[in-house]
């Protein structure tokens, strides 16, 4: 007998960034969108790349297919993996879903733990963004520095559209609600301080 | 020597916690354990974190447009002496302080009376799930009681109202403060 199990993940906006940390725990992807394949395999060839020339043309190569995802649609609504299926619950969180027997569930405890793992990965990409351009900057070869920092900058903005895509979508759907419900909405964003880049929403109903 | 505090969670600012925007801190454990308390997760004491009272009264002041601080949890009246240490800091940064207990007034020894009479508004009394009533303004249920303990806001007019306040994170990460009704709770399960 086995039974079937549920893991949602921590929310994730960019697709780039969860092919990358798919990639870095580890994962082996089964059955996944294209655009995918083609960004693994593209960053295989960045990281295989012996000469300046191929380094620089496997970068452009990457930063191509950077520029072709659409963030209003990048997410995937499924991903296989091995032994665990991703599949997209809400906007913006996957659940994971695999099988477990009933005899043991050794392979349920190290797949629940490989999607914790990926959701720390995941927040670590994400949050080294920055740094990455920090270092592509003291790059020493002045070719390959350019190539190196058009193509951070390429997934930086990438990773910075999705976040922008899903904050407008959350705050359409928060607004909708709260009008179809006969509430007001006070909107409030932190420029400056610990909080720059919060954003507050206040939802309101007079008694 | 500054006091040590046990804290569950804080937040820089917020609207729905008292007049104005303020910083919120909640501290650790509870011992009252409410039925149908919404904050659970902050009842235990060997849970949360120690925060020493001048460091958090540093982060309190290095927070920009701020007028005061409101201190819930957990129960602050069981942590008195840190408490009263935080509450006379803030007020002499020139800052108000808003605190909630689940306390009533004759359960209270001198020290938490003091917590109370030094503070500006104070929310009082048990949360009591059958009189939940989300429309009202800075409380869960309807038996507890504002008290203007200060002349701060004693002019100040409270309208009842249902509040609550989404924080969408820099990362997309989203968070939910208040007594949110349910068609709210599901729209923030769904996103």
């Not at chain 2, 100040?156 to 403060?177: H, W």
Request: hydrophobic residues 40%.
């Amino acid at each position: 007998m086995s039974y079937r199990w549920r893991q949602e993940t921590a929310p994730m906006t960019s697709l780039l960034v969860l092919q990358r940390a798919l990639d870095q725990c580890g994962f082996q992807i089964i059955e996944a969108p294209a655009i995918m394949k083609h960004l693994a395999l593209a960053r295989k060839r960045v990281s295989h790349a012996s000469t300046t020339h191929d380094k620089i043309a496997a970068y452009e190569e990457l930063i191509d297919l950077i520029r072709q995802i659409d963030q209003t649609d990048s997410l995937p609504k499924s991903i296989k993996l091995d032994g665990v299926k991703l599949s997209l619950s809400n906007s913006f969180c996957y659940v994971a879903e695999g099988y477990s027997s009933n005899e043991s569930t050794v392979a349920e405890m190290a797949a629940k733990s490989k999607i914790t793992e990926l959701n720390n990965v995941y927040k670590e990409i994400a949050a080294g963004l920055e740094s990455e351009l920090t270092q592509a900057m003291s790059s020493l070869e002045s070719q390959l520095r350019e190539a190196l920092i058009k193509a951070v900058k390429a997934e930086q903005e990438s990773y910075k559209k999705s976040i922008t895509v899903a904050r407008q979508e959350i705050f359409k759907i928060i607004r909708e609600n709260a009008k179809k419900e006969g509430y007001s909405l006070k909107r409030h964003v932190f420029t400056a301080g610990k909080n720059a880049g919060r954003e507050q929403y206040v939802v309101v109903k007079r008694v | 020597m500054s006091q040590s505090i046990r804290l569950a969670d804080t937040l820089e600012s917020s609207q729905i916690y008292g007049p104005g925007r303020r910083f919120v801190i909640w501290v650790q454990g509870c011992s009252l354990e409410c039925p149908g308390c919404w904050n659970m997760e902050f009842w235990s004491v060997s849970s949360g974190y120690y925060a020493d009272v001048s460091n958090l009264l540093s982060e309190i002041l290095a927070t920009a447009d701020i007028e005061g601080v409101t201190i819930l949890g957990g129960e602050p009246l069981e942590q008195p002496m840190p408490v009263l240490e935080l509450i006379q800091s803030v007020k002499e940064s020139g800052l108000t302080v808003m605190l909630y207990t689940g306390y009533e007034e004759y359960e209270l020894d001198e020290l938490q009376l003091e917590c109370v009479n030094s503070a500006d508004i104070v929310i009082m009394g048990r949360y009591i799930a059958s009189l939940r009533d989300t429309g009202l303004r800075w409380r869960g249920s309807s038996n507890q009681q504002i008290r203007m303990v200060s002349s701060a806001y004693e002019n100040k007019e409270i309208r009842e109202q249902e509040e609550v306040e989404i924080t969408i994170d820099p990362n997309a990460e989203v968070s939910i403060a208040g007594y949110p009704s349910k068609w709210l709770l599901r729209v923030i399960e769904e996103l």
